[in-house]
C-alpha cells in the first residue's frame, strides 16, 4: 500500500479508523473475499481432524455435517439420506459463496 495514501489522509485530517476504512480495507477487499471463501470451504471438509481425534465427540457432540454424512452413508448405509444432506451442505456453501460474491461486487462499484 503506498504510504502517500495515507500522508494525503492524515494532511486532511482523517483520523486512524478513517484511514483503515477508507484506504486500507477497500485495498485488501479482493484478497479478504478469496481468503474467506476458501477458508469456509475448507472448514467444511475437516473430517479426518475430527473422526482422528474423538471420533464425533462425546456422543455426536463435535459432528461436523460432513461427518454426519459419512456415518448416514457409509456406516448405515442410507444413501439417498446421505445424498440429500451432501445437497443441503452444497447450498450452504453455495449461498456462503453469493453472499461473499455479492459483497465483493458491491465494494468494487
Not at 455426536?60 to 444432506?85: D, H
Amino acid at each position: 500500500m503506498p504510504t502517500a495514501y495515507y500522508e494525503a489522509a492524515s494532511l486532511d485530517g482523517a483520523g486512524s479508523w478513517a484511514k483503515f476504512r477508507r484506504i486500507t480495507l477497500p485495498a485488501i477487499a479482493p484478497t479478504t473475499f478469496i481468503v474467506v471463501l476458501l477458508s469456509v470451504l475448507h472448514s467444511m471438509k475437516e473430517y479426518a481432524l475430527f473422526a482422528a481425534i474423538n471420533d464425533g465427540g462425546p456422543g455426536t457432540a463435535n459432528n461436523l455435517l460432513v461427518q454426519y454424512i459419512y456415518t448416514k452413508g457409509f456406516e448405515r448405509a442410507q444413501i439417498g439420506y446421505a445424498s440429500a444432506a451432501s445437497f443441503v451442505l452444497m447450498l450452504i456453501l453455495m449461498v456462503v459463496a453469493i453472499v461473499q460474491l455479492a459483497m465483493n461486487r458491491r465494494k468494487e462499484s
